[in-house]
């Protein structure tokens, strides 16, 4: 499932809790895939906490607590780390990461947690939602096959990536207009991972964030620049995305293209894709500033974007500049005639 199907699964699980509809939720996925990302930001939407449990790193006493007379009885000492009420809130999630790569007598405690919202004289408040996360077993990392009783306790979505999702997160975030042009032009990039090779570093939506960060520190340093890109995707992707980065000294004048200047559109593929990612940045840019000098940019780009001898390319840029700017396109005067002008390749 894509990546923008799962959020909306995940908003929906947590705010089901106030109905008492909520069910347990497993994502599966291969590593840097965004699992916990995703997760983290439904509790960022909200406002609430995610008590984040990594079950890989748990003995059963962590979870089940330790034992202490009590009278002539012994009674368990509640782990802080359990959500609580009065100290995290009534509303939040329970987020148990890693829980594939749980000792078989880890995940044995977990089940009463995660169907029952119990565990012992503990419960878990009825606000918040319990989300778990693994690796699968194909993955190559530290990994045991979930136990039947545990694997009926949940719902399961195995995550997928989606260049377009992943495009709409980089914009909105913050990511270098670079990595999102390369990503466009090398979209078989944006998750390449080989288990059978089992690599130190590969390309994953986690490590291209890593390539943005390089590019912040590196970016005047030559040949440290690609040796650290290719610390963070791989060797082969950090030399391409190192080259097509020094390509972009022959990107046209973006400030021309936004004053409706006559541009000679670029005929290298790489260029164009670099060309559209830049214009989005500038629209989110704008964005912030006047309203009628964002609507001038808007209109700006759409008129370039009818320019493209290759349709898709410009349905591309603008589908991006949607997806970063938001309904706020439809109303620029622009938008009606490219529409018209691209309505073949929108149906087709």
């Known amino acids: 499932m894509r990546p923008a199907q799962i959020a909306n699964v995940l908003e929906r699980e947590f705010t089901s809790t106030r109905e008492g509809h909520h069910t347990p939720v497993m994502l599966w996925g291969p590593p840097g895939v965004g699992k916990s990302q995703m997760v983290q930001q439904v509790g960022e939407r909200h406002g609430v906490p995610v008590v984040d449990i990594r079950l890989s790193q748990m003995e059963p006493s962590d979870l089940r607590g330790i034992p202490f007379r009590s009278g002539e009885h012994v009674e368990w000492a509640v782990p ?39 565990l012992g004289e503990y419960r878990v408040p009825d606000g918040w939602a319990i989300i778990a996360a693994g690796n699968r077993q194909g993955d190559r990392g530290v990994t045991y096959t979930m136990p039947a009783p545990l ?5 399961h979505f195995e995550v997928d990536t989606h260049l377009d999702d992943w495009v709409s997160w980089a914009y909105a975030n913050g990511i270098d207009e ?31 964030e890593f390539a ?25 992707a950090g030399i391409e995305l190192g080259a097509f980065v020094d390509n972009l000294d022959n990107l046209p004048d973006l400030d021309a293209i936004l004053r409706r200047e006559p541009v ?13 990612s830049a214009l989005v940045g500038r629209a989110l840019r704008a964005k912030n500033a006047d ?29 991006d500049l949607h997806r970063a700017i938001g309904q706020e396109i439809f109303a620029v005067p622009e938008f009606s005639p490219w529409a018209q002008a691209v309505a073949e390749v929108m149906l087709y």
Not at 80 to 90: C, F, N, Q, T
Not at 101 to 109: L, Q, R, T
Request: hydrophobic share 45%; glycine share 4%; charged share 20%.
């Open 80 to 118: 802080a780390m359990l959500p609580d009420a009065e100290r995290h809130g009534v509303e939040g999630i329970l987020f148990l990461d890693e829980v594939t790569s749980a000792p078989p007598s880890v995940s044995a405690a977990a089940y009463q947690l995660i169907l029952d919202r119990r």
């Open 151 to 155: 694997a009926n306790r949940f719902a």
């Open 178 to 208: 670079r990595v999102i042009a390369f990503l466009r032009f090398r979209p078989e990039l944006l998750f390449d991972f080989d288990p059978a090779h089992n690599p130190v570093a590969f390309p994953s939506p986690r490590s291209w």
């Open 212 to 236: 943005h960060r390089a590019l912040q520190k590196f970016a005047d340093s030559g040949s440290l620049l690609v040796n650290t890109l290719q610390a963070c995707v791989g060797p082969a």
């Open 264 to 276: 000679a559109l670029p005929r290298e593929i790489d260029l164009q894709y670099a060309v559209a």
């Open 291 to 319: 309203p009628q000098t964002a609507k001038e940019v808007y209109g700006a780009i759409l008129d370039f974007a009818g320019r493209f001898r290759e349709r898709e390319m410009g349905v591309m840029l603008v589908s």
